[in-house]
């Protein structure tokens, strides 16, 4: 392996880690306490938008997993989560397109990258000011 390559490993912490913190408070102007504050509304919004995903893949609603998927993708965009954005991303392109055939494994994978991000969120959420 040479040195170039070298460089561009990643540890495996950066591997797993979901949310580029720079981006998140470059989004909300550098203010902490406003991103804390976009964390809590998002914690507490995003298991009823996954759920609005669920429903629309198994009621087999395109439309609907486009709009849903499309929300969430805008909403966890802010925290420069790009797994997540992918994600969502590719259920709402699924839904455009109207064929929800992987459906069920975008959805897997959405909610595998939520997962990972929302101790990310919980821990910035816990900090002390």
Known sequence: MDAKQTNRQY??????QQLDESIALTRVGGDVELLREVIGL???DYPNSLKKIRDAVNAGDPSGVEQ?????KG???IFGAQEAVEAAFSLESQGRRGDLTAAADGLKRLEHALANLKPELEQIQARQP
């Not at 540890?11 to 797993?16: F, K």
């Open 11 to 16: 540890s495996v912490e950066e591997q797993l």
């Open 68 to 72: 849903h998927a499309h929300s969430l």
């Open 42 to 44: 998002f914690l507490d």
């Open 75 to 77: 909403s966890v965009s």
